[in-house]
């Protein structure tokens, strides 16, 4: 074949499967067999690799590439993603209706779409060609997650037909609910953490750093809206929607336009009953007011449109059989009752396990093992046990009790007057404490060791070789390879992932210890505060207490941390196995030097990212809390009411967006 009719047939084959992937993916009607698209993308494939100067971007072969550099990069969106309002019953559906007649007279149509479970998302296109994709983030500015996007069959590289010079769609990522369960079975039988729920397996799978995994996971797409575009004008929503589906993007057809709210209400009241009618996850209804020209003279607040309002389901109640409870040991010793329940499906997903929280929340619920419970789930909020169904309570069923021992390492509980926690205070000796502790360690946030799962720590505690966090420094290639189902390639991917977690950031070593009372935002506040473990080791509860952001019950709670002989140990070992954290960046020296700034509510022309940037730029620094030491709090629309009042309180100085500005600007 020459040159000439290979450039010919690769672009009749990539029109080809673009139309097939189309009909498949956006019409859910496929025109072929699977078998003869896969031919097609197989010889596109072949002639692709003899001429690789005839690849191009938008070719549908190359939705997974090279792992690209600017994934997670910040992006800013031309027009703000807003949230939306919520109501939680046909009455405040009603309300919503009559103050929205009372702005605009009577509403012409509305029209109603499934509220999908998903990650918000939004595509740019330019030239018809998808150039990038970002997640929501703040609502001004996201995360650029182009490569992943790409992945995934129903997000067009290229629009169809005529399409405007640039356009940013807004839609909604999501799994389906049998794909979901299919990747918590694969997951499972990995040894790796699985998801809670379809909406955080779609949002995990969005973050992956190898677009080559986020691939793998079947997500799909729909599209809701439109953020802005060029050139293009609209009388209704409805018909922008039937223009996103003639530039080949996906949009739901349980769309429906209305005439009145009562029709919007019964909408409403069918898919309340139905959600499990669909194969994804539903949590309500959006309804929007379709013309155009209302919905302009209607406007929007800071946050959410006035013309629009997601109506909520009431959370899911099932009854099921309370098996059994049993107390599990945290992190940090605290013992939680869990239900154990015979299998049962609610809010989308199968339950059989229950936090119950602790001893007073199971007295006061009086739940007792042998007993029909109603459980709740609402959304992705985590399952919860609702009460006993006392008519159905067998005879002489006992109240549940909770151990006097911990049921991992049989030292004897405690309970603190006036706590509601009960407490294993075996802190080094008891197992499950320690497997809790190198899992908060490896995990995301912390140490962030991908391949150190749950399952792993567990086989290596069993074997004997992780004692402590410190271990896993020492970790060998023999001792990993005679894991279960550990061959050369994960064996050499976990350790050369432990070996990244070599330098993390300071602020995320401190995190991953997991030393009482400092969680992300502390432990940051500690980085750069004071810039080494070994310097932080040696303070006192009252040089600790004079720092930005540390008030005394956290200073105390960290200097006895430290005190610890034991964490001494650990601590040098993990030096001695090579742990060097990376220090927080120099600070930035200028005319806000020693200065402390708070920021509260949204700004008009800064993220909050892009705030605290342009203050450490200056010399300045951020903090999160108002208190005595803040020199400055900068407040946008909607500021938090707790540090707006601190600052009223404390008389600290507040400068709104151009009073920022001038002293961004300098003297
Ligand atoms: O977050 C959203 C999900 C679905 C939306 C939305 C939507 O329509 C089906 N529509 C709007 C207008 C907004 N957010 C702001």
């Known amino acids: 074949?020459?040159?000439?009719?290979?450039?010919?047939?690769?672009?009749?084959?990539?029109?080809?499967?673009?139309?097939?992937?189309?009909?498949?993916?956006?019409?859910?009607?496929?025109?072929?067999?699977?078998?003869?698209?896969?031919?097609?993308?197989?010889?596109?494939?072949?002639?692709?690799?003899?001429?690789?100067?005839?690849?191009?971007?938008?070719?549908?072969?190359?939705?997974?590439?090279?792992?690209?550099?600017?994934?997670?990069?910040?992006?800013?969106?031309?027009?703000?993603?807003?949230?939306?309002?919520?109501?939680?019953?046909?009455?405040?559906?009603?309300?919503?209706?009559?103050?929205?007649?009372?702005?605009?007279?009577?509403?012409?149509?509305?029209?109603?779409?499934?509220?999908?479970?998903?990650?918000?998302?939004?595509?740019?296109?330019?030239?018809?060609?998808?150039?990038?994709?970002?997640?929501?983030?703040?609502?001004?500015?996201?995360?650029?997650?182009?490569?992943?996007?790409?992945?995934?069959?129903?997000?067009?590289?290229?629009?169809?037909?005529?399409?405007?010079?640039?356009?940013?769609?807004?839609?909604?990522?999501?799994?389906?609910?049998?794909?979901?369960?299919?990747?918590?079975?694969?997951?499972?039988?990995?040894?790796?953490?699985?998801?809670?729920?379809?909406?955080?397996?779609?949002?995990?799978?969005?973050r992956q750093k190898d677009p080559g995994v986020t691939a793998d996971r079947s997500l799909s797409l729909v599209c809701h809206g439109i953020g802005y575009v060029e050139g293009v004008r609209f009388t209704s929503h409805s018909e922008s929607l039937a223009f996103l589906r003639e530039l080949g993007l996906r949009t739901n057809p349980e769309n429906k336009v209305h005439a009145s709210l009562e029709a919007v209400h019964a909408f409403c009241t069918h898919w309340q009953d139905h959600r499990h009618d669909v194969p994804y996850d539903i949590d309500g209804v959006v309804v929007k007011v379709d013309p155009i020209a209302q919905q302009e003279e209607l406007g929007s607040t800071s946050k959410a449109p006035r013309w629009a309002i997601a109506y909520k389901f009431?959370?899911?109640?099932?009854?099921?059989?309370?098996?059994?409870?049993?107390?599990?040991?945290?992190?940090?010793?605290?013992?939680?009752?869990?239900?154990?329940?015979?299998?049962?499906?609610?809010?989308?997903?199968?339950?059989?396990?229950?936090?119950?929280?602790?001893?007073?929340?199971?007295?006061?619920?009086?739940?007792?093992?042998?007993?029909?419970?109603?459980?709740?789930?609402?959304?992705?909020?985590?399952?919860?046990?609702?009460?006993?169904?006392?008519?159905?309570?067998?005879?002489?069923?006992?109240?549940?009790?909770?151990?006097?021992?911990?049921?991992?390492?049989?030292?004897?509980?405690?309970?603190?007057?006036?706590?509601?926690?009960?407490?294993?205070?075996?802190?080094?000796?008891?197992?499950?404490?320690?497997?809790?502790?190198?899992?908060?360690?490896?995990?995301?946030?912390?140490?962030?060791i991908e391949g150190l799962g749950y399952q792993t720590i567990a086989a290596l505690i069993e074997k004997g070789w992780l004692e402590d966090v410190a271990d896993i420094y020492f970790l060998t290639a023999d001792q990993l390879s005679q894991l279960e189902g550990f061959g050369e390639k994960s064996v050499d991917n976990l350790l050369k992932a432990i070996q990244a977690s070599r330098t993390r950031p300071l602020s995320n070593v401190l995190s991953a210890l997991g030393i009482p009372h400092v969680g992300g935002a502390t432990a940051q506040a500690l980085a750069r505060e004071v810039g080494s473990l070994d310097k932080l080791r040696t303070m006192s509860a009252r040089e600790l207490e004079a720092l930005e952001d540390i008030g005394p019950v956290v200073a105390e709670a960290i200097h006895s941390y430290f005190s610890e002989p034991k964490v001494g140990v650990v601590l040098d070992r993990l030096v001695e196995g090579g742990l060097r954290p990376e220090p927080p960046p120099a600070k930035k020296q200028g005319h806000l030097t020693g200065k402390t700034f708070v920021v509260t509510g949204t700004l008009k022309d800064f993220s909050r990212n892009e705030a605290q940037a342009a203050i450490e730029e200056c010399g300045g620094k951020v903090v999160n809390s108002v208190s005595k030491k803040t020199d400055y709090v900068v407040v946008g629309e909607n500021p938090g009411a707790s540090k707006f009042d601190k600052a009223m309180d404390l008389k600290t100085p507040i400068l709104e967006e151009p009073a920022f500005k001038k002293l961004l600007a300098g003297p």
């Open 314 to 448: 009431p959370p899911e109640e099932r009854t099921t059989l309370l098996r059994d409870i049993f107390a599990s040991v945290g992190r940090t010793g605290v013992v939680t009752p869990f239900a154990n329940l015979e299998t049962v499906f609610v809010g989308g997903v199968n339950i059989t396990t229950a936090t119950l929280h602790n001893e007073d929340e199971v007295a006061r619920k009086d739940v007792r093992p042998g007993d029909t419970v109603v459980v709740r789930r609402a959304g992705d909020v985590i399952p919860e046990v609702v009460g006993p169904v006392l008519s159905k309570r067998p005879k002489g069923l006992k109240a549940w009790k909770m151990p006097k021992h911990c049921p991992a390492c049989n030292s004897e509980l405690v309970r603190v007057e006036g706590e509601a926690a009960t407490r294993c205070l075996n802190t080094f000796g008891c197992p499950a404490q320690r497997r809790e502790r190198i899992f908060h360690f490896a995990s995301r946030g912390g140490m962030d």
């Open 1 to 206: 074949m020459t040159k000439a009719q290979a450039r010919k047939r690769i672009a009749e084959l990539r029109e080809q499967i673009d139309y097939h992937s189309y009909r498949y993916h956006v019409l859910d009607d496929p025109e072929v067999a699977d078998v003869e698209y896969d031919s097609l993308v197989g010889e596109l494939i072949e002639l692709e690799t003899e001429h690789p100067d005839l690849i191009t971007p938008d070719s549908p072969t190359q939705r997974v590439g090279a792992p690209p550099s600017d994934l997670f990069a910040p992006v800013r969106h031309r027009a703000p993603m807003m949230s939306l309002d919520n109501c939680f019953s046909l009455e405040e559906l009603e309300a919503w209706g009559r103050r929205v007649e009372r702005g605009v007279g009577t509403v012409d149509a509305y029209i109603t779409e499934l509220k999908m479970d998903g990650v918000a998302v939004n595509l740019i296109y330019e030239d018809g060609v998808l150039v990038k994709g970002a997640t929501r983030g703040d609502g001004t500015q996201g995360e650029d997650i182009t490569a992943n996007l790409k992945t995934i069959p129903a997000v067009p590289l290229r629009l169809r037909g005529k399409s405007p010079k640039v356009i940013e769609v807004r839609g909604e990522v999501y799994m389906r609910t049998d794909d979901f369960e299919k990747l918590n079975i694969r997951l499972g039988e990995a040894g790796t953490k699985t998801f809670a729920n379809p909406r955080n397996a779609a949002a995990g799978s969005l």
